[in-house]
């Protein structure tokens, strides 16, 4: 995943504040905080994940399936915006 390479710092920033969520959910369950809290912190941390996920997709569909100079069979760019459209909605 060469092209994570231009983002990495970004990426790792998203990965750092999931890992802080998650241990916001570790310490909430270890002081048995309401289950009201806790779903509401894990439902957090899924968009969370949900959102790096479509950033990293967004970042390969421009990089791996759009650009017509590493791929000579590349997508149509209109094509590839509404699949990144698609899959942002998914994982909303």
Same mark, same amino acid.
């Given at each position: 995943?060469?092209?994570?390479?231009?983002? @990495?710092? @970004?990426?790792?920033?998203?990965?750092?504040?999931?890992?802080?969520?998650? +241990?916001?959910?570790?310490?909430?369950? #270890?002081?048995?905080?309401?289950?009201?809290?806790?779903?509401?912190?894990?439902?957090?941390?899924?968009?969370?994940?949900?959102?790096?996920? #479509? +950033?990293?997709? +967004? $970042?390969?569909?421009?990089?791996?399936?759009? $650009? =017509?100079?590493?791929? =000579?069979?590349?997508?149509?760019?209109? #094509?590839?915006?509404?699949?990144? $459209?698609?899959?942002?909605?998914?994982?909303?």
């Amino acid at each position: 995943m060469s092209h994570t390479v231009k983002e @990495k710092k @970004k990426l790792l920033a998203r990965v750092g504040r999931i890992r802080g969520q998650v +241990e916001a959910l570790e310490r909430a369950l #270890a002081e048995e905080t309401e289950c009201g809290r806790i779903m509401h912190m894990i439902a957090g941390i899924r968009g969370s994940v949900a959102g790096l996920m #479509a +950033e990293v997709v +967004e $970042d390969h569909v421009r990089t791996h399936l759009v $650009d =017509p100079q590493k791929n =000579p069979g590349a997508l149509n760019a209109d #094509a590839a915006e509404q699949l990144i $459209d698609v899959v942002h909605s998914y994982l909303r």
